[in-house]
Every structure is written in structure tokens, then in C-alpha cells.
């Protein structure tokens, strides 16, 4: 079973630009998160999708993040524009369901560096 | 409000010996309970999770992780360390652990460092 992609691994570009994060969530998985994980500190929720709906984004900044997952599977996280203090590892998990039971699987992250 | 905390930034052992990394936890309701491990450069990976049932629970890689009610603690253990175990472990708790999120709180993160 092929695990949870995210593209691209690295990314560096200077505050004020735009850049966008993919995650593939393994097959058949119907909830999708988008973690931020500064360097030094646990994963923090930005986002929860439920198939194509949001679930939770009460974390997510939305005056300069935005995620979509369309078609219920593949998800884009963008920034817009990017400041320094958002340099951290972004990671996409997914989980059959959203129960709160539930193990969640990690992709392996992107590093953003904000210059 | 749920929460979880690791009181040590990191723990040292030597291979072979058996080693502890400490969580305690704060929640109202069903106290689910999580662990996962991070290697370098790579994401998090499940090690295991407490539910309900007993309260020793066994998962990947020979870890296992004692439930204490009393002390609201889920310390996670291994009998025999490896070098290999060397990563960073976080202990996790569902935001909401009667509803549909799934949105875990984690700890800060121990670094365990495994020496030969």
C-alpha cells in the first residue's frame, strides 16, 4: 500500500511570495490534515477535511493560508504571501475516517524556508 | 482543554538497556492516547495507541506503553533499546476525543538518543 505523498520535499523563497504544497493521502482515506511543525515543537493543525469538506481550520491564518481538497482526494496548501515566521516542515496526514480513535499516516513533509 | 506534556527534551540510554520516554496528560472524557516517532527528514510514523482494555499496550517495533489512570501518565517503553530507535517521540491527544475530529494536540517532543 503505497503511503501518503507530498511534493515538493524542500522549498526556499523569499517573504512576501507565494508557494504551494501537494499531498496525495493514501487510497480510500476519506479525512486529509495539513500539519505546521516548527523546528523544536509538535505538529500544530492548520486544517481537517472530511472528503471535500472542511472540518476543522480554526488554526489555519486565512488571511494568508489557503487549502483546498476539490475532488476529495488530492490536497493543495497555499501561502500567500509568505512571511519568515512561516519556515517550518509541512506535513500532510490522512486517516480512514476523522474518529478521534483513529491512527493518523504521515507523509514525509516539506521543509519551507521563508528568506 | 485536552493536553499532553513530555517533561524531558531528551533521554539518553545505552544499547541494550531498557529505556522510558515519559508523557503526562490532561483530558476530559475517553483519554485516547497516542505515540508516534519521527526519524530525520522524515514524517511521523504510529507506534501505537491506547483505547480502552488494558492498560499495557504493545505496538511497532517492540514498543509498549503503560496507561496509568491514577497518575495520568503514558510512559512509553522498550525492554532492549537499539541504536536505531534514535528519533524524536511525541505523545498525542485528540482535541475532542467524543467527536469526529480528529485533531490531535501533541507534546513538544523527546529526542531519544540511543549510544552504542
Known amino acids: 500500500e503505497a503511503g501518503v505523498a507530498q511534493s515538493p520535499r524542500y522549498k526556499i523563497i523569499e517573504k512576501r511570495q507565494s508557494v504551494a504544497f501537494w499531498c496525495n493521502p493514501i487510497?480510500?482515506?476519506?479525512?486529509l490534515y495539513w500539519y505546521q511543525q516548527i523546528l523544536g515543537q509538535g505538529p500544530k493543525l492548520l486544517i481537517q477535511?472530511?472528503?471535500?469538506?472542511?472540518?476543522?481550520d480554526s488554526q489555519l491564518p486565512k488571511d494568508r493560508f489557503s487549502a483546498e481538497r476539490l475532488k476529495g482526494v488530492d490536497s493543495t496548501l497555499k501561502i500567500q504571501p509568505a512571511k519568515l515566521e512561516d519556515s517550518a516542515v509541512y506535513l500532510c496526514a490522512s486517516s480512514p475516517s476523522g474518529g478521534a480513535h483513529r491512527e493518523q499516516y504521515f507523509g514525509p513533509g516539506t521543509r519551507l524556508t521563508v528568506t | 482543554a485536552q493536553s499532553v506534556a513530555q517533561p524531558e527534551d531528551q533521554v539518553n540510554v545505552a544499547e541494550g538497556n531498557p529505556l522510558t520516554v515519559k508523557c503526562t496528560y490532561s483530558v476530559s472524557g475517553n483519554p485516547y492516547l497516542f505515540w508516534y516517532v519521527q526519524y530525520p527528514n522524515r514524517g511521523l510514523q504510529f507506534l501505537l495507541k491506547y483505547i480502552t482494555g488494558d492498560n499495557l499496550v504493545k505496538g511497532s517495533y517492540g514498543f509498549e506503553a503503560e496507561f496509568n489512570k491514577s497518575q495520568t501518565s503514558f510512559h512509553l517503553k522498550k525492554p532492549s533499546a537499539l541504536v536505531s530507535d534514535s528519533a524524536l517521540y511525541f505523545c498525542a491527544v485528540p482535541k475532542d476525543s467524543s467527536g469526529n475530529t480528529g485533531k490531535l494536540i501533541f507534546g513538544q517532543g523527546t529526542t531519544l538518543q540511543v549510544k552504542p
Open positions: 477535511f472530511q472528503n471535500n469538506g472542511v472540518v476543522d
Open positions: 487510497s480510500g482515506h476519506a479525512t
